[in-house]
């Protein structure tokens, strides 16, 4: 069972940034496929960013420019840097790593208003 725990929400406003982390357990982490997802109030969950076990990273439009995802397999850590921050980023964060399996985190609450 891998332990997956996000850390790093909060409230900013408008233009503002934000860094959460992911950490998963387990000592193959180098080879879990990372991803953050988010999910506003009355909306389906989304995906935001993935990055591979290789490092290659991918987005979504919305963030394209704005969000980076990174990896720190030392501290089996992953990173979601988010600048420019909107008020339509505003959301609870999650993040998943998979391994033949997915495994979710508990969320973390990103608000984004002056």
């Known amino acids: 069972q891998v332990q997956v725990v996000e850390s790093g929400g909060g409230l900013v406003q408008p233009g503002g940034s934000l860094r959460l982390s992911c950490a998963a357990s387990?000592?193959?982490?180098?080879?879990?496929?990372m991803g953050w997802y988010r999910q506003a109030p009355g909306k389906q969950r989304e995906l935001v960013a993935t990055?591979?076990?290789?490092?290659?990273?991918d987005y979504t439009d919305s963030v394209q420019g704005r969000f980076t995802i990174s990896r720190d397999n030392a501290k089996n850590t992953v990173y979601l840097q988010m600048n420019g921050l909107k008020p339509e980023d505003t959301a609870v964060y999650y993040c998943?790593?998979?391994?033949?399996?997915?495994?979710w985190g508990q969320g973390t609450q990103v608000t984004v208003s002056s």
């Open positions: 990055i591979t076990s290789g490092g290659s990273t």
């Open positions: 998943k790593a998979h391994y033949y399996v997915d495994y």
């Open positions: 387990g000592s193959i982490f180098n080879r879990y496929f």
